[in-house]
């Protein structure tokens, strides 16, 4: 009997389980635990790692999982790079369910980078107020450029000291729209844009302002994942588990 494990944080994870709970597919949805309160979700759910791929395979046999769809954050490398050797280890399908990253056009003034360090080496050294929309875990990264200012934008209020001296956090929940981000950026006098080349729509809302207001963007590319089966929508993933899909929006 197919049994899933949907290991979310996206978006697209959020309308797959409404699909999946609306077709009546048994599954387990799956939370990294990065922010105190994730949304609620219409199937059962649990939060936290799973100890490595040696874990995730005892799960896996312990729930008796048939399929797991990994539909975390296309920067979540070391999760999907765990569910490919797990599945392989145990025979289970796999699918990621992971959106196209954005594509550069007319008008935007973005550097390519690798990785958080080609992110740091990309801004100069004094004098820049750079938007660091990159979430909590590499902040501390940026502290070899201490001279700049840096607006972050969080989804919980920081509980230890921020680890840049020049800094200050917006708390704020995506998704965002254009005219808000204008807003903060203008507000803020932002002359950098740092990112994270996550696709999808409520992030978008950011580099459209950045665009907008002609502010360059450092936009890190996205990390390695192992070759797997690659799906682009949640419908994909239904028509995969055989099963219709039907948005009802
Ligand atoms: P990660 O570095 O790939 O994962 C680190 C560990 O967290 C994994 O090895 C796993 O622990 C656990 N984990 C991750 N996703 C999980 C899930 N859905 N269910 C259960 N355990 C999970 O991923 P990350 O730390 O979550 O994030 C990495 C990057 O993605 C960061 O840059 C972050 O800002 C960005 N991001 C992530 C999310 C998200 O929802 N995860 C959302 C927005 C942005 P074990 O090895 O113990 O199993």
Redesign the pocket.
């Known amino acids: 009997m197919t049994r899933i494990l949907l ?4 978006t697209e994870a959020t309308m797959l389980a409404r699909l999946l709970a609306e077709a009546g597919v048994d599954g387990i949805f ?5 922010t105190d309160k994730p949304m609620a979700q219409p199937l059962p759910t649990r939060v ?5 791929v040696v ?2 395979v005892d799960y896996l046999r312990a729930e008796r999982i048939t399929h797991v769809v990994d539909a ?2 296309p ?6 790079t ?1 569910a490919v050797a797990a599945c392989t280890e145990s025979g289970v399908a796999l699918a990621g369910l992971e959106r196209p990253g954005w594509p550069q056009g007319e008008g935007d003034r973005w550097t390519h980078v690798a990785d958080m360090s080609g992110a740091v080496a990309a801004l100069p050294s004094d004098g820049a107020r750079v938007f660091l929309a ?5 902040l501390a990264d940026f502290a070899a450029k201490p001279a700049n200012f840096y607006l972050l934008r969080l989804v919980d209020p920081p509980t230890d000291p921020l680890p840049l001296p020049n800094a200050e956090a917006v708390i704020a929940r995506g998704p965002f729209d254009m005219a808000s981000d204008r807003q903060l950026l203008e507000h803020h006098a932002i002359t950098h844009i740092v990112a ?1 080349n ?1 696709g999808g729509s409520g992030a978008r809302a950011k580099l459209d302002a950045a665009r907008a207001l002609g502010l360059p963007v450092i936009l890190i590319d996205r990390p390695h994942v192992p070759p797997r089966r690659v799906l682009d929508r949640p419908e994909a993933v239904m028509a995969w588990l055989d099963h219709s899909a039907d948005l009802g929006v």
Do not use: D, V
Request: charged share 10%; hydrophobic share 30%; proline share 0%.
């Open positions: 290991l979310g944080g996206t799956s939370y990294a635990g990065r936290g790692g799973f100890g490595g874990g995730l975390t954050h920067f979540a490398a070391q999760m999907s765990h990159i979430g909590k875990q590499n994270k996550s």
